[in-house]
């Protein structure tokens, strides 16, 4: 079974520009998270989507958004990029529902560099 | 709120010694406990987990067990090779879709 992939693994950006990152689940995975882990803040969490509804969200500025399409694929997308999102951006899948619902298999990472 | 508080390292260790990470949470229900670990440039990967109290969890030689009475799940192994340097990180989920995850724990073990 193929893992997680998220496109692209790296990106450069300057102030101001906008992002957005992909997520595609394990295959039968319906949940797909996303965390931020930068050196100073560790791994926080940005939001979740299970059947293209956003079912939790952490504490993030609205400049931080996503999506989920019927395929399970997400996307997130970041405006007004800041120095400070400069950070390693992690998706995750779950089945998303049942005793696993919250055993997440994560995937390499994107990182994203805004100059 | 949820939050986990993993011991600070870096911990550097000889090959074969014995390793302990503690890990002790809080949570207002019952929450699932898991220990990820990152090798450099990756993403993280599941390294084991406990969904009940008294539950072990272990893979690899790795083993922590959820100890409700403490609110701890510390990860030990009994002998340690250089290919188990990485980044550790305990996490929980107390049934709201998201991890909450400790700051890390970087161990470097020598040959």
């Known amino acids: 079974k193929a893992g997680v992939t998220q496109t692209p693994r790296y990106l450069i950006k300057t102030r101001g520009q906008q992002v957005t990152l992909s997520c595609s689940p394990i295959?039968?995975?319906?949940?797909v998270s996303w965390y931020q882990q930068t050196p100073g803040q560790g791994l926080q969490f940005l939001f979740e989507?299970?059947?293209?509804?956003?079912?939790n969200k952490g504490n993030f500025p609205g400049r931080f958004s996503g999506r989920q399409f019927s395929n399970s694929r997400s996307e997130m997308n970041v405006s007004t990029l800041e120095l400070g999102d400069s950070a390693l951006y992690l998706c995750?899948?779950?089945?998303?529902?049942?005793?696993?619902?919250?055993?997440?298999?994560f995937g390499p990472g994107t990182r994203l560099t805004v100059l | 709120g949820d939050s986990v508080t993993q011991m600070e390292g870096p911990v550097t260790l000889s090959e074969e010694a014995f390793l302990t990470i503690n890990c002790t949470y809080t949570?207002?229900?019952?929450?699932?406990l898991f220990w990820y670990v990152q090798y450099p440039g990756e993403g993280l990967q599941l390294l084991l987990k406990a969904t009940k109290a008294d539950d072990k969890g272990s893979n690899k030689g790795f083993e922590a067990t959820y100890r409700k009475e403490t609110t701890s799940f510390h990860l030990e192994k009994g002998s340690v090779q250089v290919s188990d340097s990485a980044v550790y990180f305990c996490a929980l989920s107390d049934n709201d879709y998201k991890l909450s995850f400790g700051a890390g724990t970087t161990v470097t073990v020598r040959a």
């Open positions: 949570a207002t229900g019952y929450p699932s």
């Open positions: 295959s039968g995975h319906r949940s």
């Open positions: 995750a899948s779950s089945l998303g529902r049942g005793r696993a619902v919250n055993e997440q298999f």
């Open positions: 989507y299970f059947s293209e509804t956003q079912r």
